[in-house]
Nanobody, 122 residues
Framework: QVQLVESGGGLVQAGGSLRLSCAASGRTTSNYAMGWFRQAPGKEREFVARITWSGGTTFYAHSVKGRFTISSDNAKNTVYLQMNSLKPEDTAVYYC???????????????WGQGTQVTVSS
């Protein structure tokens, strides 16, 4: 089992920044990659960014590339999502998740955090 706890969400004006954190515990050695996803009201959960636990490889959704940065601190078992130049359309509940595979697909992530709300006002 892997437990994931997100933090760092909140309310920010358009153009502002937030940093989300995802603290992992349990059998973290079973993870190959960590991902951030988001879900806006009435929409499906979508991929945002992912990173290998080694930190060597990252990948971003087109909608956030150049604005968001995913990183990891293996000593703290924590993954971060730095979000800059936020837009109202970034408003959603953000989730971190772990997978044994390198994949953007929601169905391939087997452990999920509880989510943290990010609201961007215009």
């Amino acid at each position: 089992q892997v437990q994931l706890v997100e933090s760092g969400g909140g309310l920010v004006q358009a153009g502002g920044s937030l940093r989300l954190s995802c603290a992992a515990s349990g059998r973290t050695t079973s993870n190959y990659a960590m991902g951030w996803f988001r879900q806006a009201p009435g929409k499906e959960r979508e991929f945002v960014a992912r990173i290998t636990w080694s930190g060597g490889t990252t990948f971003y959704a087109h909608s956030v590339k150049g604005r968001f940065t995913i990183s990891s601190d293996n000593a703290k078992n924590t993954v971060y999502l730095q979000m800059n130049s936020l837009k109202p359309e970034d408003t959603a509940v953000y989730y971190c998740a772990s997978s044994a595979h390198w994949t953007p697909l929601v169905k391939d992530y087997n452990y999920w955090g509880q989510g943290t709300q990010v609201t961007v006002s215009s």
